[in-house]
């Protein structure tokens, strides 16, 4: 299999007056294009950035590699099994949040693509998640609010009013005269997906952020093999900052509704971040926590900066302020961190049999 390098750099494109971004480029086999964002500046805010996207999306740490940043997630030479092409947006830049989405065709057992929404704080550069926008009450009402907007999709599809599709931009309607095998499969499909719409459990929805409002994405109801019945697609709802000041947190107000570029990050690991410190104090490393908020589940993982080699790591429990994250292999590991006051981490990592050794992470 060919490869050829056309990697790294188109000119640098703007985003806003403080913030540029560059385009990581190659291809792959001569047809695969991979184009990925690397955010310009000597901020801590841009350093984060750019480490978790590298760290969840490359697999790698920022500047780390041997020919290319894609060579860890691309098929390996006369293989097909990996990420087929890789490209990105910028949706929103706020003067507080930066909202950007990934997109990647994927090989396995069968070829799918995949879209990730990111959101960063730009004063601080850790990752956004719903739950620090908004309050529990907040969040119970706007899933109650995208339940019944859902569940009202589907059933007006069902009983044959127009809605809008998932693919195109005509309404589409099942009429109910129409008694076909086909017809019958997408009732069936759309009546067992009925209940699970209807509770729109917001963890697992992709979040959108721009100037105005929020969007929700969940799943569609269509497993793989039946996308071909599946005329509702995605379940995407909008709803204006406004309607949801009552729920907001003060950081969501400040991020949201005032649209202030100092407001103050919650850090409380609930959408992941990025730490770097040491080990033993001897061992420099960088964490990048995942979180299993979202439409894909990030997994968490570290590098020892010297080798930059991904090491990853199961999210066992954040609870209180404590995370507790273990690594496999041979020699089994355990973080056990807690969050500070200042934002910071400490705690201990200790291998299977071994003793526990300080760690202090920023």
Request: charged share 25%.
């Amino acid at each position: 299999m060919r490869f050829l390098f056309l990697f790294l750099l188109s000119a640098a494109l703007p985003v806003a007056a403080e913030l540029r971004v560059e385009i990581l480029e190659a291809k792959h086999s001569g047809w695969a294009n991979y184009r990925f964002p690397a955010l310009q500046g000597d901020s801590l805010a841009v350093r984060r950035i750019n480490t978790y996207l590298h760290a969840m999306e490359l697999e790698g740490l920022p500047g780390r590699f041997e020919r290319s940043p894609f060579e860890r997630i691309w098929p390996e030479d006369g293989g097909i099994t990996g990420t087929n092409s890789l490209d990105y947006r910028i949706d929103t830049e706020q003067p507080g949040f930066l909202s950007l989405t990934i997109s990647r065709e994927y090989t396995n057992a069968y070829t799918s693509m995949h879209h990730v929404t990111y959101l960063f704080d730009l004063a601080s550069g850790q990752p956004i998640g719903l739950s620090q926008l908004l309050t529990s009450a907040g969040l119970q009402r706007l899933g109650k609010r995208l339940g019944q907007e859902r569940r009202k999709r589907i059933e007006d599809y069902l009983a044959g009013t127009p809605v809008p599709g998932g693919y195109t931009d005509e309404l589409v309607s099942l009429s109910p005269d129409d008694h076909d095998e086909r017809s019958e499969e997408q009732r069936d499909m759309y009546r067992r997906c009925l209940p699970n719409r209807s509770k729109a459990d917001l963890r697992y929805n992709r979040l959108q952020l721009d100037k105005q409002k929020l969007t929700l994405t969940g799943e569609n109801c269509a497993p793989h093999v039946a996308q071909a019945l599946d005329d509702l697609g995605e379940f995407a709802n909008s709803v204006p900052y406004a309607e949801l000041e009552a729920g907001l947190t003060p950081y969501g107000r400040c991020l949201l509704l005032e649209q202030r570029s100092d407001c103050r990050h919650p850090g409380d690991l609930k959408a992941g971040g990025v730490y770097w410190g040491k080990i033993g104090g001897r061992y420099p490393i960088t964490l990048v926590v995942g979180t299993d908020r979202n439409s894909r589940p990030q997994s968490s993982s570290y590098f020892y900066d010297k080798y930059a080699t991904r090491i990853e790591l199961s999210r066992n429990d954040l609870r209180d302020g404590r995370l507790r994250l273990q690594e496999g292999g041979d020699t089994p590991a355990t973080f056990d961190l807690y969050l500070q006051a200042d934002g910071s981490l400490r705690g201990t990592w200790q291998q299977d049999g071994g003793r526990a050794l300080p760690v202090e992470l920023r």
